[in-house]
């Protein structure tokens, strides 16, 4: 058995909880909301212990969280059952202790081990779990993180089932120190690393031998990663809240944890009742706020939220900031949701000891947004045109270097934006085997003061970026087959044409790059490579590894087949169109790019329609995803969205 004495005493600090106006009024001698958080020494892995509380955590500020003793685990330490104790006062701050409001508290617990959880709270996307080393956000995360094995799930004789090993318990003396006389609600936060379900636990009142069970909403097990001789889950919650207790003396329980096998009679995963830590609280708070809600007309809507304190509790919801009449319990529903119900909601909790307001939860109902989108226009002569969406690049009518090289109609990309063109994914047009990417350009450097590495000029997987030095590289993905910079550099403010010709056979193919007409560079395949499913991306990556570009582009092809080195010398002398009947795509900016209008929304399920009048037959847009780029057209065009309405939960618990 391993005993820790209490840490040593320093100054105070600023105090745990501060008295509500509420309780002053009301007599109370003091409030208090105090959490407490089991963390974990993981012997074998210094990165998975630790996890003090950060960050809000339940409700409850970082200040009002004691984050006890780390508890050995049996990787790379002993197992063995162990007893752990400290005490917390007014003084305590150490260690992840912080000062009580009032009084002194000794907390033993005693438990057969203890293990990292890499549940991260049903915020998170599904399956709400990280792992490697300590993946875990501020707050709830690292209450979650280190928790009390139940005895079933480490040591002798578990892996036939049984519950041979002693669980866990929790010992607190000197409550009413901290409550006075009145009473006072306990909350457990569970966690664990092999879970279906937890099961319920005992809060005991020492003094009078009195208990009470506390449970855990059913929440299927969100993940699972098969390392054990059972599958193993990772999850986690909040249990419900006890009812007043008026004790000097209280002991937390575990309830028997057991294997469960799909018959009920073979190990399987677990039912188990490890906690990560516990609240103890008179004044109201509110463990679980409602979750942001995205709706669309007509659908039904209930936002919910937890909270615990002393009974009587009253429960006022609010939106922006406005008492809703009747809303005065933890769920408001809302059964057909229209756009006026948009806005920020929140529940405001109180009894005689204080108020408590959740965070605040937004419910958007979503609508068609429509926003100006020009065109830049694909000029060439015949074919499927592919025009490009101008996210920012400025319409120049002519510009003139220092060599007296004028280019007419350019666009101007500035890093500071920064600034794009796109040509959407959609076609299968751009998938050629072989090819040719040609443009103009002119640029004086790369701004070194974002990203990590050269500016972008052109991005579909092959990539083609002005290196800080100068240069032209490309890089193929993935990036080991090809990676290669040209000799000559561009960055002297000067207009220069560049022109990459690729083949993608593995072993065989060559690319190849010219600047002004030569040859600078080239390098065989070392493996095949092929086009992603991207849009073609001008002047910007979607990989923030790489810079914006910061310069001109002009007369941007790109060529289903592979142009010798005439042809390339062909366009820097003479702008010539060569092989026009190879052009995927030419984007020669002569004219100002073209009107055109986005139109977006939020909710992936609906249906994008399109009419010739306002009143007339909608017929739905093949392949509309969000957000829907459309020119300008001679007549109307009328668009709208349609969905299926759902049932939609603000929930905590919301898988």
Not at 138 to 163: A, H, Q
Not at 266 to 285: E, L
Not at 521 to 539: F, R, Y
Not at 572 to 601: E, Y
Request: glycine share 12%; net charge negative; charged share 15%.
């Amino acid at each position: 058995m391993k005993t820790i004495r209490p840490r040593s005493h320093q100054q105070p600090l600023k105090a745990a909880c501060t008295v509500s106006a509420a309780a002053l009024m009301l007599g109370v001698s003091h409030a208090a909301s105090v959490g407490f958080n089991f963390q974990v020494n993981y012997c074998g892995a210094a990165s998975y212990t630790g996890a003090p509380v950060t960050a809000q955590a339940f409700g409850i500020d970082p200040a009002g969280w004691e984050s006890l003793t780390p508890m050995d685990t049996g990787y790379g330490c002993d197992a063995a059952f162990f007893t752990l104790n400290e005490v917390i006062d007014t003084t305590t701050s150490a260690d992840g202790l912080h000062p009580l409001p009032a009084g002194s508290l000794s907390v033993t617990w005693s438990a057969y081990t203890a293990n990292a959880s890499g549940f991260g709270g049903y915020d998170r996307s599904p399956p709400h779990y990280t792992f490697g080393g300590n993946g875990h956000r501020p707050g709830e995360e690292e209450v979650y993180w280190g928790f009390l094995r139940d005895g079933v799930n480490f040591g002798p004789g578990s892996s036939g089932g049984d519950n041979d090993q002693p669980g866990y318990n929790i010992d607190l003396v000197g409550l009413k120190s901290l409550f006075g006389t009145h009473p006072f609600v306990v909350q457990l936060v569970g966690s664990g690393d092999s879970i279906q379900n937890l099961t319920n636990a005992f809060i005991i009142d020492a003094t009078l031998t009195a208990t009470q069970s506390v449970a855990y909403p059913n929440i299927p097990v969100p993940g699972v990663n098969g390392d054990t001789a059972w599958p193993r889950g990772v999850g986690g919650g909040l249990s419900t809240s006890s009812g007043p207790v008026s004790t000097d003396h209280l002991q937390i329980v575990g309830n028997r944890a057991q294997h469960v096998g799909p018959n009920g009679d073979t190990p399987g995963f677990n039912n188990a009742s490890t906690i990560a830590g516990f609240i103890i609280t008179d004044q109201p708070v509110v463990t679980m706020s409602p979750q942001p809600v995205l709706a669309g007309p007509g659908d039904n809507v209930t936002l919910r939220a937890i909270a615990i304190g002393v009974p009587p509790l009253t429960i006022q919801w609010r939106k922006d900031g406005v008492a809703i009449p009747g809303a005065t319990s933890l769920t408001y529903g809302i059964p057909t949701v229209s756009a006026a119900d948009g806005g920020h909601y929140d529940v405001l909790v109180t009894n005689v000891y204080g108020s408590a307001t959740s965070k605040v939860a937004a419910l958007t109902v979503d609508r068609l947004a429509i926003a100006r989108q020009p065109f830049v226009l694909d000029s060439k002569p015949g074919g499927t045109a592919h025009d490009g969406l101008d996210l920012g690049a400025a319409w120049v009518a002519s510009n003139r270097d220092g060599d007296a090289v004028t280019r007419t109609g350019v666009m101007q990309f500035a890093a500071a934006h920064p600034d794009q063109i796109v040509l959407p994914a959609s076609s299968a047009d751009f998938d050629v085997p072989a090819g040719t990417i040609s443009f103009w350009m002119r640029s004086a450097g790369t701004v070194t003061d974002a990203g990590a590495d050269g500016a972008v000029l052109f991005d579909r997987g092959l990539l083609v970026v002005q290196n800080d030095d100068g240069t032209i590289l490309v890089q193929t993905n993935p990036s080991s087959v090809n990676q290669f910079s040209s000799a000559a550099k561009v960055n002297d403010d000067k207009w220069h044409h560049v022109a990459v010709v690729f083949d993608q056979t593995a072993d065989t193919g060559t690319i190849l790059i010219y600047i002004d007409g030569a040859l600078s560079n080239s390098q065989v395949n070392t493996g095949g490579w092929t086009w992603p499913a991207q849009q073609i991306e001008l002047g910007r990556s979607h990989d923030s590894h790489w810079r914006a570009y910061n310069g001109l582009l002009d007369d941007v092809r790109l060529y289903n087949t592979q142009l010798n080195d005439a042809q390339v010398a062909s366009i820097h002398n003479n702008d010539a169109l060569v092989d026009a009947g190879a052009l995927v795509v030419r984007l020669n900016f002569d004219t100002a790019p073209a009107p055109g209008v986005s139109i977006n929304w939020q909710l992936s399920g609906a249906v994008l329609e399109s009419s010739d009048t306002l009143t007339g037959t909608y017929t739905t847009v093949d392949a509309a995803a969000a957000p829907y780029a459309v020119r300008a057209e001679a007549g109307a065009k009328f668009y709208r969205y349609t969905h299926r309405p759902g049932v939609l939960l603000s929930n905590p618990y919301d898988m």
